[in-house]
């Protein structure tokens, strides 16, 4: 995509979900072209915040280079499913994570009009899934396809209270890759989203075109789970929150009973999971009550779904997270939801989705200089054609 006149700010969306990515991107002055997914149901959600005029709906290993519009930045979330702990561990090779390589045929396949620009985003154990393999053949295709690379590792509780760790690829063409030296100062500069196991890949993949961004330390975040909460919604009926909390280890217990003795309301979540309890497997709700949720997740593959609880002024009460908050723990306070949206379906949406404050720190702090740069470039390539 050399060309002379400068670069217009626009973006393909691989993998778009319900649309967070576009929701950040726009916000930071990006223009969205193009989005893919094969979930009819995620089509709908991003239809009724965005309307639908460039949503395609299908695989992507269907599609040729030919169905996309040529754009500056392509974006990327490719399924989790196989690289996740919590997913078979199958990895590229597995079905749906290997959507990857479709996203990467179709770079191959544009040629010269390929997007300078790409941002990749997945789980964490991206990192070690097929024992680290998976990983290396990712970045060896980006870098043999010219896009100098770099990676970080970037937790949403800095910007909402949800505990959210993710993996992003950043590349960008016509950039010559950092030498050794320069490379290690901006390792030793950026821990926090470079840490040191991620360092490790780094410094061992000595052959990939590594471009690594100068970033500020991540921020601290200001909000906390209580201050998202939609005061609308009702609670369970006492019945069921005490279920809940018969569900709870001793340990997870006594930490309620603490809470319920306060005169003010603390919040916290759960999630049910299989666990040893008295001597039996089964049902076990455990609780987090440091002001942050949960990471959100699909209610798919076993995955429960998350419960709120609030105790305090002798009480315990307990409830499923809504859409809205789901919403407000993605940093999309305001994306639009139908009222006849289903939890399901909201959880579908979101649990897939990126968190928007994240993917906004990162292309303020490594797109848009990258941009910045790739302009700079080709408007001097054009200077010296006059």
């Not at 392509?74 to 399924?79: E, G």
């Not at 989203?193 to 410094?203: A, G, L």
């Not at 993949?205 to 690594?212: A, G, M, N, Q, V």
């Not at 369970?236 to 340990?251: G, I, T």
Request: aromatic letters at 10%; a neutral charge.
């Amino acid at each position: 995509m050399l060309q002379t006149d400068i670069l217009p700010r626009t973006a393909a969306d691989f993998f778009a979900g319900i649309g967070l990515v576009r929701y950040a991107f726009e916000r930071q002055g990006w223009q969205d072209m193009y989005a893919l997914d094969y979930s009819e149901q995620k089509a709908r959600m991003y239809a009724f915040h965005f309307g639908r005029s460039h949503y395609d709906v299908q695989d992507i290993h269907t599609l040729t280079a030919a169905h996309i519009p040529t754009v500056t930045l392509a974006h990327a979330s490719f399924p989790c499913t196989d690289t996740s702990v919590a997913g078979g561990r199958k990895g590229l090779a597995g079905r749906e994570s290997s959507a990857f390589w479709g996203f990467t045929r179709l770079l191959s396949e544009m040629g010269d009009t390929r997007p300078p620009l790409i941002l990749l985003e997945n789980v964490e154990g991206f990192l070690t899934s097929n024992n680290g393999q998976d990983i290396v053949a990712a970045l060896e295709t980006l870098s043999d396809l010219g896009y100098s690379l770099d990676m970080l590792l970037v937790d949403a509780a800095h910007f909402v209270p949800q505990s959210r760790v993710r993996l992003f690829i950043t590349g960008v063409l016509h950039v010559q890759p950092h030498d050794i030296f320069e490379q290690e100062r901006l390792l030793q500069m950026s821990p926090d989203v470079r840490p040191e196991k991620m360092q490790k890949v780094i410094r061992r993949l000595s052959h990939i075109r590594w471009s690594l961004a100068e970033l500020p330390k991540l921020p601290t975040r200001l909000s906390s789970l209580a201050e998202l909460l939609d005061l609308t919604e009702p609670w369970w009926e006492p019945q069921r929150s005490v279920y809940l909390y018969n569900q709870m280890h001793h340990a997870h217990q006594v930490r309620v009973q603490a809470l319920m003795q306060q005169h003010t309301w603390s919040y916290g979540t759960a999630f049910r999971r299989m666990r040893q309890r008295d001597g039996v497997k089964q049902s076990t709700a455990e609780i987090r009550t440091d002001g942050i949720a949960g990471c959100l997740r699909t209610p798919k593959g076993g995955s429960a779904r998350q419960i709120l609880f609030r105790a305090g002024c002798g009480q315990f009460d307990a409830r499923l997270l809504n859409a809205r908050e789901c919403a407000r723990l993605m940093g999309a306070d305001q994306y639009k939801l139908s009222e006849t949206l289903s939890l399901n379906d909201a959880l579908f949406g979101f649990g897939d989705a990126v968190c928007v404050p994240v993917v906004e720190w990162i292309t303020v702090h490594a797109i848009n200089p990258r941009y910045d740069q790739l302009t700079d470039l080709f408007a001097g390539t054009a200077l010296l054609r006059m």
